[in-house]
């Protein structure tokens, strides 16, 4: 996905002169190395206003031919918030992506034309980095063209407790694979731009109604623990757990930058047409 990262370098830029899945050419088919999340919280009333602005953005980097893509989260739960999800392999990889975009004297005017455009419509913008728990994933990698629903949790860990989560949740994807083997999910540990230890876990569907069926594989799960692996995830609970928090996303087609190839899969969702506009009253009597 793009590098939406330098987007809170340019809103630092523009303030001091006075803020995300792909990896490389194509959307990722397997867990990226590495997350970067830009979260606006979008000012309340002006959710319209901010996808028309939103859409600048992916036009300006299909316009520079940019290798890097990006999926836009609407949150359906909690703040007012869209996310952008871009995955890279290494940290030389969110490199080049800064470099293209800051040697390209076009398309840097044009992002910074557009970060000003969103000054106007959001309350605040952070972004996080986040590297991959593999190990600690579970289940076929999604295809990301296709989802349209996304579920994210945090856990907030206690200093010292992090050799708990990762017991905790090798003692779910071990259950998982006994109770529920069709769960899919991918674990990220917070590495920069929020209090840690912190970790993320996403999960996405391809449509809303497939949630029953997700809550449903957790209840099985959660029943199908071994003693041995119920207590070690009553023990992080209850002593290496701050707190843990789940959001739902919709995927929001008009602010992503995803391949001309993806979006011939599904036109009518990638390309929706715009609505006809009303006709104007006719001035005769």
Known sequence: MNSRVSRFALALLLICAASSLAQGPGLPTTQPNFVTIVREEVKVGRSAD?????????????????????????????????????????HAAIADSLKRESSDPVLFAELARLSRADAEVINSLRVVHARARKELSYGAFPNVGKARFFEISWFRVRPGHEAGFEA?????????????????????????????????????????????????????????????????????????????????????????????????QDPDFWTPKKPAAAPKPSSQP
């Open 50 to 90: 901010h996808e028309k602005i939103e859409a600048g953005w992916p036009a300006a980097f299909e316009k520079a031919k940019s290798p890097y893509y990006y999926v836009a989260l609407e949150s359906l739960t909690g703040a007012n918030e869209a996310w952008y999800v871009t995955s890279f392999d290494s």
């Open 168 to 264: 905790a949740a090798k003692a779910y994807g071990s259950a998982a694979g006994r109770s529920a083997p069709n769960t899919s999910y991918r674990v990220y540990e917070v590495i920069a731009g929020a209090i840690g230890p912190t970790y993320l876990v996403f999960s996405s569907v391809d449509g809303f109604a497939e949630f029953d069926q997700v809550m449903q594989s957790g209840d099985k799960i959660m029943k199908g623990f071994t003693p041995d692996e119920g207590a070690t995830f009553q023990k992080f609970f209850t002593e290496g757990l701050i707190n843990s928090e789940t959001h739902r996303f919709r995927l929001n087609p008009v602010m992503s930058y995803v391949p001309k190839e993806t979006r011939a």
